[in-house]
């Protein structure tokens, strides 16, 4: 297998979009954070691969089908692109908390999905960015590097302290593309500088 692209796994619901407790059940509802999408173009405008990871219990509860879920992703897309860039892979679990299934994050199924669909060894030079524990947890569990981001749940996540040694903390996704793309430019500088002192 190839070695991995530059990837960002994104959380959708508090990270791309407003989240809400009684769940995102229709399109209309479906209400996206502006600059989480100008964010995301930046991403794919840089070289990074973008990834989406979503828990969509919401399906076996009964709240909505997949046809909805599908129209929303649609959207979603369709927004990207319009401002330039590009989701490679949108991954989502249709279970409930009960049915014991191993893509509903924590567990790490939906990630996995993501490298097999991807052709990757492995996701440990990857990130993963949500506004929940169990969003950090599923990366981790693979090597990914954590973000949390303020937005959704993140700020009460962050305020129960648990499980946050490893993440990076920023206010919204947004913030951490601008701090990514600055601090991969300046490792690709020093890279160049380096082989260029060693032709020297």
């Known amino acids: 297998m190839p070695i991995a692209p530059k990837l960002v796994i994104l959380d959708r619901d508090g990270v791309i979009n407003q989240d809400s407790d009684r769940y995102v059940k229709s399109l209309d509802e479906w209400i996206p954070y502006p600059s989480a999408i100008e964010a995301i173009a930046r991403l ?15 399906i076996a509860r009964g709240y909505f089908d997949e046809a909805v879920l599908d129209g929303i992703h649609t959207r979603l897309n369709a927004l990207v692109e319009e401002a330039g860039g590009r989701i ?7 279970h409930g908390p009960d049915d014991d299934c191993r893509c509903r994050k924590p567990k790490p ?11 990757l060894a492995d996701l440990e030079r ?20 954590s973000v949390l981001v303020r937005t959704g749940k993140g700020a009460d996540t962050e305020a129960k302290g648990e499980g946050l040694a490893k993440a990076r903390v920023f206010d919204d ?4 593309v601008t701090w990514l793309i600055e601090t991969d430019h300046a490792a690709s500088d020093k ?8 032709l020297s």
């Open 109 to 119: 199924g939906l990630l996995e999905t993501i490298r097999d669909r991807l052709g």
């Open 191 to 198: 890279d160049t500088q380096a082989s260029t002192a060693g």
């Open 173 to 176: 996704l947004s913030a951490f």
């Open 44 to 58: 794919s405008g840089a070289g990074w691969t973008v990834a989406v990871a979503t828990n969509q219990s919401g």
């Open 126 to 145: 990857s990130w993963m960015v949500g506004d929940s524990l169990r969003d950090l947890q599923a990366g981790e569990a693979l090597g990914c590097r």
């Open 88 to 94: 490679e892979q949108i991954v989502y679990c249709p």
